[in-house]
């Protein structure tokens, strides 16, 4: 079982939907944070509203560094080692998306978006992990997705990001179990949070719609089943209904996943039937 009460917790893209959360939640467990993402402006006031809403806990730095590149990834390591305070939870959060067929997304734009959902949990894994295993403790976390699961068009790179994420996680925890750290890999459906406000390129762009609200979920709902999910080592949380029910239907019947998915691609196409 993992502590999060007292445990030290790196959260990435902490001023985001989920990051919010994240903080929130676990400060509420009694964790010390290391909250980083780009805008220092925006992570001060984070912490000085959730501050005055949320007395337990303790944000113990706010850093800033740009996880789309190596050299951010190495600058954050380097930051969070000057505080002398070794890390027990790496929550590698922070993630962006894009919209469009592969082809009409440019490059740079997918480019960034492989480096901060795959690379950038990658590379600070691996810098993490190393005093994690010589201490014989800490736990990695990889926020992916229930696109981890399933590719649907206009987010075939997102999907490409997420696969990957998991099976990155799939790999390392079979590398570092046996120094007793956990690694556990998490699969949100769309949820309300500012992701869904990406940018849009193209084709698919003009002719979509966005998600339907009801099938949207509560981000708050989605943390808190994840926190239980890492408070028992799992290395896969599906953290709401609708990604459980991706996850069993890609194990064991690939054609209804198949069927499901071209249906809601005709609801969500405009001009459509509304009815289906």
């Given at each position: ?33 290391i909250?980083?993402?780009l ?9 000085a509203?959730i ?17 789309s ?141 966005d998600?339907?609200d ?63």
């Open positions: 079982m993992t502590q999060l009460k007292d445990a030290v917790v790196l959260i990435t893209g902490a001023t985001g939907g989920f990051g919010q959360q994240l903080t929130r939640q676990l400060l509420m467990t009694e964790s010390r944070l909250l980083t993402d805008d220092a402006v925006m992570l001060e006031q984070q912490r509203v501050g005055q809403e949320i007395s337990t806990g303790k944000v113990l730095a706010c850093l800033v560094a740009d996880l590149t190596a050299e951010g990834c190495d600058l954050l390591y380097k930051q969070v080692q000057a505080l002398n305070t070794p890390v027990d939870i790496l929550i590698n959060n922070a993630g962006i998306a894009v919209f469009g067929r592969m082809d009409e997304v440019p490059s740079e734009q997918w480019e960034r978006l492989i480096y901060i959902n795959l690379l950038a949990p990658m590379r600070l894994s691996s810098l993490f992990v190393a005093d994690m295993t010589a201490r014989r403790s800490g736990h990695i976390v990889n926020i992916s997705s229930a696109a981890g699961w399933v590719a649907i068009a206009g987010l075939t790179h997102y999907c490409a990001s997420k696969f990957g994420l998991r099976g990155f996680s799939e790999g390392l925890l079979d590398e570092v179990n046996p120094y007793n750290v956990r690694v556990t890999a998490v699969y949100p459906f769309f949820s309300r949070t500012p992701i869904l406000q990406s940018k849009r390129y193209g084709t698919l762009a003009e002719s979509t719609e998600i339907p009801n099938l949207l979920t509560d981000p708050s709902a989605v943390i808190r089943r994840t926190l239980q999910g890492i408070e028992r080592d799992r290395l896969h949380v599906f953290p709401d209904r609708v990604a459980y029910t991706i996850h069993l239907l890609r194990r064991f019947a690939p054609w209804l996943l198949d069927w499901i998915n071209s249906r809601f691609k005709r609801r969500i196409h405009r001009g459509t039937d509304r009815s289906l």
